[in-house]
């Protein structure tokens, strides 16, 4: 497969400034997922360096996870102009990529709507479904999956910032070697 660097599978790849490849542990058991790379992350390269990128940041250290822990990325390497959604082609030409990416993890966490509908290939309500451990196949493999809020939600919504936090803890009984769906009590 060749390398998202040199990517132009969709339009995405005119706009950028930089793909902005996946960040943290390689070898972590424990993927993030977010939507796609905003203005600040385009201009750095690395995924979550902004506003929702701080929030994520204090998060995981309250709870005691450091962020080179775990593997962080976004459904799309290149920045959709104006922040906008990606559409689904561009989703559906980034996905080689991002399964090449989450195939061998043992828990991805979804970081919005966004994210966890391109992992789930369906619609989702959020308010339904935070935290509530699923599975996704990814390449033959099962692989746990929680979907919780986007930390740019958690800026006006304190109900997000508490579900956010809780999709942490859960992430780190899968870092300390303790965790599957069906034992993170949800």
């Known amino acids: ?23 943290g542990d390689p070898a972590s058991p424990v993927a993030f997922v977010g939507e796609a790379p905003g203005q600040k992350e385009d201009e750095i390269g690395r995924p979550f360096q902004g506003r929702s990128g701080k ?18 990325t976004n459904t799309v390497k290149c920045r959709p102009p104006g922040n906008r959604v990606p559409t689904a082609e561009e989703m559906s030409a980034c996905l080689p990529h ?22 789930l290939h369906r619609e989702v309500k959020l308010s339904e479904e935070v935290n509530r451990p699923t599975t996704v196949t990814i390449r ?24 956010l936090r809780e999709a942490i803890r859960i992430a780190k009984t899968y870092l300390e070697g303790r965790g599957n769906a069906s034992s993170t009590g949800n």
């Open 98 to 119: 991002l399964e090449e990416e989450l195939q061998e993890r043992r828990l991805i966490v979804a970081l919005g709507r966004t994210a966890a509908k391109d992992l």
């Open 55 to 72: 929030v994520l940041d204090k998060l995981l250290e309250e709870e005691g996870v450091p962020r080179s822990s775990m593997y962080i």
């Open 1 to 23: 497969m060749s390398s998202p660097r040199d990517c132009a599978a969709c339009g995405l790849c005119r706009g950028r400034t930089n793909v902005v490849c996946p960040d």
């Open 140 to 163: 033959g493999r099962k692989i746990d999956l929680v979907v919780t809020y986007h930390p740019a939600a958690s800026f006006y919504n304190a109900k997000a910032k508490d579900a």
